[in-house]
């Protein structure tokens, strides 16, 4: 290879030698560099300032796809380095890393260095590379450096992988001390996206999917991801959304047995993982997410409370229920954790009781003069919606299996019976809050399921309105509803 096929690098007491072609193709740097008519054109070196040795030899070996040599003459070598105090020595001596070891390494461990060197060459091979090579190691010094150098594309790469991987990066304690708007930032990204209507539904006894609701053409899609078989063949398991995971856990096997698994599913990747069990094996309980941990309330004949925060990967239990409930519900609002109806040992539960987790303590907050039980319980700020169910009036003395909706406001304590729907069952109901409504469906459908148990519809809250929603499953058990943002 001549003199004019190489160009000669110079970096403080260090000299590279690298083929004018490669650098081309690669470096923005270097191609405004050739075509400006300098005298670099024409063989005479290029000096370099403000970076260091360790980034500039990495962006190089990116570039040549080699590793260093220390020797001019060895025309075989992808760029040779020399010292400028022994520009005669040939002696070569080869790095023991494969061509991008001392990429990946730097990646990690001298991050600066390397986007800075990156940067201001105009690598943007190695900034793409950079990107697809994101670990749970890196991400935070990547998104760090890439601010400092203005390299937004890589940013904000790094923010949505951190927030894809986001329970993950609440475990390691360099984002747990990271600063706090950060740490709400990625929160934030991990909570855009489009709004998804989704559904958890057992198709047959070993096989359970996960659909989401289109309602342009009233139709059901398939999401992608393997459900664990831990999850096959089980009934009156917990299910709730927390920073956009769905967490499914507990239940019963066909057997009889009570499991304590744990599952999520994260919509960013489209993967199921299994997460600590709980200490209790519990089914037909309430799992409720407040203030980012998620409690599992109760569960039959059990009055024990535990609690989940992932950055500790740990249940552990806290205050139980004031008294051993079956048939309740149980919903969050402004932070606290809400209980009512089901029965008691003695009888009918009439109580509200409330939690509150900063303090671990459950108060009794409200006598109903109705008394409710398997009905389902959503939040909008201040207010509980409780949907389906049966009601038992102790002033009328009527019992009511109809399908209702009814508000609790929990600042004024005031009650409203919203909507009633007398042609369908309250009974056998999932619901959820997606978009301005809060939507209804029936926990089972088959062919042989009646039009008074074959239910989807949606109450708009604003408008205090009931609508029948088209395209329910055409079948499905023990189906649970959901909503979660999808990234784009």
Not at 51 to 73: D, M, N, Y
Not at 263 to 282: D, F, I
Not at 405 to 413: Q, V
Request: aromatic share 8%; proline share 4%.
């Amino acid at each position: 290879m001549s003199s004019l096929d190489l160009v000669k690098i110079l970096l403080g007491s260090r000299c590279y030698y690298v083929p004018r072609e490669q650098l081309i193709a690669q470096s923005g740097f270097f191609q405004a560099l050739f075509r400006s008519g300098m005298r670099e054109c024409h063989g005479e070196p290029v000096t370099l300032h403000g970076l260091t040795a360790e980034g500039l030899e990495a962006v190089l070996c990116h570039i040549t796809g080699g590793s260093l040599k220390e020797s001019p003459g060895d025309s075989e070598c992808g760029f040779q380095v020399i010292s400028i105090d022994a520009v005669e020595e040939t002696e070569c001596r080869s790095q023991e890393d494969e061509p991008m070891g001392g990429i990946q390494s730097m990646a990690s461990g001298h991050t600066q260095a390397l986007v800075e060197a990156a940067s201001y060459l105009q690598v943007q091979g190695l900034l793409s590379l950079l990107q697809s090579s994101l670990s749970l190691d890196t991400c935070l010094d990547l998104l760090e450096v890439s601010h400092l150098h203005g390299q937004w594309d890589l940013a904000s790469a790094a923010l949505r992988f951190m927030a894809t991987h986001y329970h993950s990066m609440l475990q390691r304690k360099d984002f747990q001390q990271s600063p706090e708007p950060l740490q709400n930032r990625v929160l934030e990204e991990r909570l855009r996206g489009t709004p998804a209507l989704m559904v958890l539904s057992q198709q047959g006894p070993d096989s359970w999917v996960l659909l989401r609701y289109h309602e342009g053409g009233g139709s059901w899609q398939v999401m992608t991801g393997e459900l664990p078989q831990s999850m096959l063949r089980v009934q009156g398991y917990g299910a709730t959304t927390l920073h956009n995971y769905l967490f499914v856990a507990g239940g019963r096997r066909e057997n009889g047995q009570e499991i304590s698994a744990v599952h999520s599913y994260n919509p960013n990747n489209g993967r199921w993982t299994q997460e600590p069990s709980m200490n209790q094996k519990r089914c037909n309980f309430r799992l409720v997410a407040a203030g980012g941990a998620l409690y599992a309330v109760g569960g039959q004949s059990l009055s024990n409370v535990e609690c989940y925060i992932p950055k500790h990967e740990e249940w552990t239990f806290v205050a139980p229920l004031p008294e051993t409930l079956v048939e309740f519900s149980a919903c969050e609002s402004q932070g606290k954790i809400y209980v009512v109806g089901g029965y008691t040992p003695r009888g009918r539960n009439w109580n509200i009781f409330r939690y509150c987790p900063s303090s671990d303590e459950w108060t009794l907050f409200d006598v109903c003069q109705q008394h409710f039980r398997k009905q389902q319980m959503v939040s909008v700020e201040d207010t509980l919606f409780l949907v389906g169910g049966g009601v038992h009036d102790t002033r009328s003395g009527q019992c009511e299996d109809s399908l209702s909706i009814r508000s609790y406001n929990t600042r004024t304590k005031g009650w409203e019976c919203l909507k009633v729907n007398t042609s369908k069952c309250g009974l056998g109901v999932s619901c959820t809050l997606y978009n301005d409504g809060i939507y209804m469906l029936s926990r089972d459908i088959n062919p042989n399921t009646g039009g008074r148990r074959r239910v989807f519809l949606k109450y708009c809250v604003f408008s205090e309105s009931l609508e029948y929603v088209r395209g329910p499953p055409s079948v499905g058990n023990n189906m649970q509803l959901c909503s979660m943002y999808l990234s784009h």
